[in-house]
């Protein structure tokens, strides 16, 4: 079923049933990753999974909250966004906020070096155990991290130039 949103450009409308859609999908993944960490034998592989499924979870919310973001914006309600606006970041607020963001960035640059390390010393346990693959996804995650820092700087400096 289709929810048409009122006063939606034919853009605002196809991006929403896209959205509306993948989260459709989403919650069929998470149904497919429960039945499988329920079901494995290996709890190895029921861990996982069930990794997984949090984040597809984490992904049904996103996109969720990012499609009642389209509809409340095209609505022009007046309401909140699920997903805020960009522009609610004061300009006043720039050169406190671009330096608590070079704090962060230069700790999560070391987390990473450390994790790097880290990676290395588990080696030798790399076909036995988890540890190096939990590893490697802080990693991933500490450079997803990094680039939402970036994305912050880089569009506070714009907002006080």
């Known amino acids: 079923m289709t929810t048409h949103i009122a006063g939606a450009s034919v853009w605002e409308q196809e991006l929403f049933d896209h959205l509306s859609g993948h989260a459709e999908s989403e919650r069929e993944a998470i149904a497919a990753y429960r039945q499988l960490a329920d079901s494995c034998p290996s709890p190895a ?23 009642e973001s389209v509809k409340r914006s095209a609505e022009l309600a007046g309401e909140p966004l699920p997903i805020p606006d960009l522009r609610s970041i004061a300009p006043e607020d720039g050169e406190a906020i671009l330096a608590v963001t070079e704090q962060f960035l230069d700790r999560e640059r070391a987390d990473l070096k450390d994790l790097k390390r880290l990676s290395k010393l588990l080696k030798p346990v790399a076909d036995t155990t988890l540890w190096g693959l939990f590893v490697e996804l802080m990693e991933a995650d500490t450079v997803k991290h990094i ?14 130039s």
């Open 147 to 160: 680039h939402i820092l970036e994305f912050i700087r880089n569009h506070v400096r714009k907002s006080v």
């Open 45 to 67: 592989i029921a861990y996982l999974a069930n990794l997984i499924i949090e984040e597809e979870g984490r992904h049904h919310r996103a996109f969720a909250d990012l499609a």
